[in-house]
């Protein structure tokens, strides 16, 4: 039996945050390879992940990264809350944020194949299954290039936000309050042009059958329908939305008192709970 040191059993819980006897047990099967301690681990977590595979993973983080011209978002799923606050669950998604950010790929698939210190994100959070014994699923990924982006992370990070600017050089502090806005008020499109058929169609007939349930005459039901959606478009547009640091003006008109240029490209925003 190979002879397991405690600086060796350290060093390997460092590599995969797994308990110290986990890591023990893996050195020794492995007879101190590294390599082959960090593989059974992985099976490890393979097996629960398997043997969990019909759980609901509800819960997680939510997290949120730019910098300079380029942003990225993720949802990191769990089952329990009590995970979602593990030092090694959350410092997992952080590190996923950062590849995310480094590498921009394609889409969520093109993210689990990058890798962290040689290892594909997928089988690190295969890796992290075994340790936590939850059921563990990177769920989401979106990002922003534009020439300047912002991001807000919610305080109990299961919701965040990505907002690309125009313009490059502008304050921090008004990308900060726009993707604030985002979290707060979950606009559905950046403007009314950018709502889709389907919605627009749907909020007419809503306006529709509001106004004949109200007995309006039918001569005007479809007048009192296009009112109700200019409303919908003033409330649920961002760019037409209010402004929630100062409800006088209109997102679009903080954008132009910063400067008569700026507006914003494109948002994301995403909630664990959703």
């Given at each position: 039996m190979a002879q397991i040191t405690a600086t060796e059993v350290n060093k390997l819980r460092k590599m995969t945050g797994a308990g110290m006897m986990d890591c023990k047990k893996a050195l020794v099967e492995a007879?101190?390879?590294?390599?082959?301690?960090?593989?059974?681990?992985?099976?490890?977590?393979?097996?629960?992940?398997?043997?969990?595979?019909?759980?609901?993973a509800s819960e997680g983080v939510v997290l949120a990264k730019s910098v300079g011209s380029k942003g990225a978002i993720i949802a990191l799923n769990c089952e329990t809350d009590f995970v979602a606050k593990n030092e090694d669950f959350v410092k997992l998604a952080e590190t996923i944020l950062d590849v995310a950010i480094e590498g921009l790929p394609a889409d969520l698939e093109g993210l689990n194949n990058l890798e962290i210190d040689g290892i594909k994100i997928s089988e690190k959070v295969i890796e992290l299954t075994g340790v936590v014994g939850e059921k563990i699923d990177l769920k989401y990924f979106d990002k922003i290039e534009n020439e300047q982006v912002a991001a807000y992370i919610h305080s109990d990070k299961k919701l965040a936000t990505?907002?690309?600017?125009?313009?490059?050089?502008?304050?921090?502090?008004?990308?900060?309050?726009?993707?604030?806005?985002?979290?707060a008020m979950d606009p559905v499109a950046l403007s009314k042009d950018q709502v889709?058929?389907?919605?627009?169609?749907?909020?007419?007939?809503?306006?529709?059958?509001?106004?004949l349930a109200e007995g309006k005459p039918a001569n005007l039901?479809?007048?009192?329908?296009?009112?109700?959606?200019?409303?919908?478009?003033?409330e649920n547009t961002l760019l037409s939305q209010s402004f929630i640091k100062d409800n006088k003006m209109t997102v679009e008109q903080y954008l132009k008192d910063t400067d008569k240029d700026l507006t914003v490209s494109a948002f994301k925003r995403f909630s664990i709970k959703q």
């Amino acid at each position: 039996m190979a002879q397991i040191t405690a600086t060796e059993v350290n060093k390997l819980r460092k590599m995969t945050g797994a308990g110290m006897m986990d890591c023990k047990k893996a050195l020794v099967e492995a007879e101190g390879d590294f390599d082959k301690a960090q593989q059974i681990i992985r099976e490890k977590g393979m097996a629960v992940a398997n043997k969990r595979s019909d759980r609901e993973a509800s819960e997680g983080v939510v997290l949120a990264k730019s910098v300079g011209s380029k942003g990225a978002i993720i949802a990191l799923n769990c089952e329990t809350d009590f995970v979602a606050k593990n030092e090694d669950f959350v410092k997992l998604a952080e590190t996923i944020l950062d590849v995310a950010i480094e590498g921009l790929p394609a889409d969520l698939e093109g993210l689990n194949n990058l890798e962290i210190d040689g290892i594909k994100i997928s089988e690190k959070v295969i890796e992290l299954t075994g340790v936590v014994g939850e059921k563990i699923d990177l769920k989401y990924f979106d990002k922003i290039e534009n020439e300047q982006v912002a991001a807000y992370i919610h305080s109990d990070k299961k919701l965040a936000t990505l907002v690309g600017l125009t313009k490059s050089g502008i304050d921090e502090q008004v990308g900060k309050d726009v993707a604030m806005q985002i979290a707060a008020m979950d606009p559905v499109a950046l403007s009314k042009d950018q709502v889709s058929e389907k919605d627009i169609e749907k909020e007419l007939e809503i306006g529709r059958n509001q106004a004949l349930a109200e007995g309006k005459p039918a001569n005007l039901v479809d007048k009192i329908a296009q009112g109700k959606l200019g409303k919908f478009f003033k409330e649920n547009t961002l760019l037409s939305q209010s402004f929630i640091k100062d409800n006088k003006m209109t997102v679009e008109q903080y954008l132009k008192d910063t400067d008569k240029d700026l507006t914003v490209s494109a948002f994301k925003r995403f909630s664990i709970k959703q």
